[in-house]
């Protein structure tokens, strides 16, 4: 009787145990649950940006990755994914197509010639609602205006700000008697003739004044620009091709004086901003900006401001983030991204990693970038030029029209008269 009951109050209390077991999976298993509901949650309130950039060199898009870095652990509610997508002008067909396929990136770094192609296809976002109630708008380099605008709207800001200057060669100078630097286009051609020097007697100059760009490609327009500037030349009038007119002429056939007169290299074709016969004192001028890994090299350089025809006059060499059209919370998120871009704390630090120039003017006058002029001195030479740097068009057909005026300097260059060189490239033009 005694092993009977025994075992019916094992078998209760079996029960019973199983029963407080399965209460307690139950409990347990909610409380799993409810966590992970909470980390989705969490996860969710994330806001995951995606940012497609061609920053080079390599350094630099290391020295970009560790700014994004310090803005995703500052800002746990938002996350920036920034990915290398390629040099920029392979990135054109990516984008468009990205666009088109309702995909894009949430946020574009590209040069700002991009921005009527973007507005045309109605793919990015204006930014005024934003920066017009942002500080930061007040800091930004008045100059720098020219490349954000398009119709009225601000489409994009600056990453960074440069323009173009000539680095030379000191020790070359003075072997050659000048000690004057060129002040106007006249006094560049004979600084250039001077500079040029047939050491062997094969009339097969061994060192050339200056480098010239060879080709019909982006760099040639952009290093040709501060040219026309000076002129008072245009390529556009009321937002058309405008090619033809003296300006333009004028500098074309200064590029053009200067390879008659013996004392220009040609670069090799779309290379024209290689640095190889600089260094190697082949050249003792050459055209090229602040970004320029002249500066970083052990060669004796210096920087001296374009010479003038009519006036200063340089040419913006900007990239800019665009915010592209997603959703309000995605593009909410990008503009507090931006304006991390714009702080005087990230312009600082990006602008003495790359070598560009900072687009905040706080920026500018803080006391490491002040150090960073101080180590550098030819930095001093492109601020100032940022006040006379004026921009190339922002228009929604600007990659057509730049190909066609590449042509014409192009072949200029190859002995083609300016203005017949300009003529056929405006009827080409006209054809569209």
Request: overall charge negative; charged content about 20%.
């Amino acid at each position: 009787m005694i092993n009977i009951i025994s075992a019916s109050r094992i078998i209760k209390y079996f029960k019973l145990a199983t029963r407080y077991l399965l209460i307690a999976f139950i409990l347990i298993m909610c409380l799993i649950l409810s966590a992970c509901q909470s980390t989705i949650q969490t996860q969710s309130s994330v806001i995951n940006l995606t940012l497609w950039h061609g920053i080079n060199p390599p350094i630099n898009r290391d020295v970009f990755q560790q700014l994004v870095d310090k803005f995703n652990q500052t800002h746990p509610d938002i996350h920036i994914e920034s990915l290398y997508a390629g040099q920029l002008e392979q990135q054109i067909p990516k984008v468009l197509t990205a666009v088109v396929g309702n995909v894009p990136p949430d946020i574009l770094f590209f040069n700002p010639q991009i921005t009527g192609q973007l507005v045309d296809l109605a793919a990015i976002r204006p930014l005024e609602e934003w920066l017009d109630k942002s500080p930061l708008k007040a800091e930004i380099i008045p100059n720098c205006f020219g490349e954000m605008q398009l119709e009225g709207h601000i489409w994009s800001v600056p990453l960074f700000a440069g323009n173009v200057g000539i680095f030379y060669r000191p020790d070359l100078f003075k072997a050659a008697g000048i000690t004057e630097l060129p002040k106007t286009w006249e006094e560049l051609r004979q600084v250039a003739k001077k500079l040029t020097i047939d050491r062997n007697g094969d009339r097969i100059p061994d060192q050339y004044g200056m480098l010239m760009p060879l080709g019909k490609g982006e760099w040639t327009v952009f290093t040709w620009f501060p040219f026309l500037l000076s002129s008072d030349g245009t390529i556009i009038n009321d937002n058309h091709p405008h090619l033809v007119n003296s300006g333009a002429i004028a500098a074309l056939q200064f590029w053009q004086n200067l390879i008659q007169d013996g004392s220009a290299k040609l670069s090799a074709p779309e290379r024209g901003y290689e640095e190889d016969d600089f260094v190697a004192g082949r050249v003792a001028m050459q055209l090229t900006g602040p970004w320029t890994s002249i500066m970083k090299s052990q060669v004796d350089f210096d920087v001296l401001p374009i010479p003038v025809n009519l006036h200063p006059a340089s040419v913006l060499a900007s990239g800019n983030m665009f915010v592209m059209k997603t959703t309000p919370q995605k593009e909410q998120a990008a503009w507090k991204f931006l304006e991390y871009i714009l702080s005087e704390q990230f312009q600082t630090e990006w602008s003495i990693g790359s070598g560009f120039l900072p687009v905040n003017l706080k920026s500018i006058q803080s006391p490491a970038y002040q150090e960073a002029i101080r180590q550098k001195p030819a930095l001093r030479v492109f601020l100032e030029q940022m006040a006379v740097s004026g921009s190339r068009p922002i228009i929604a057909g600007y990659s057509r029209l730049s190909e066609n005026l590449g042509r014409a300097i192009e072949a200029t260059m190859l002995g083609a008269s300016p203005e017949s060189a300009l003529k056929k490239a405006q009827a080409h033009l006209d054809l569209f």
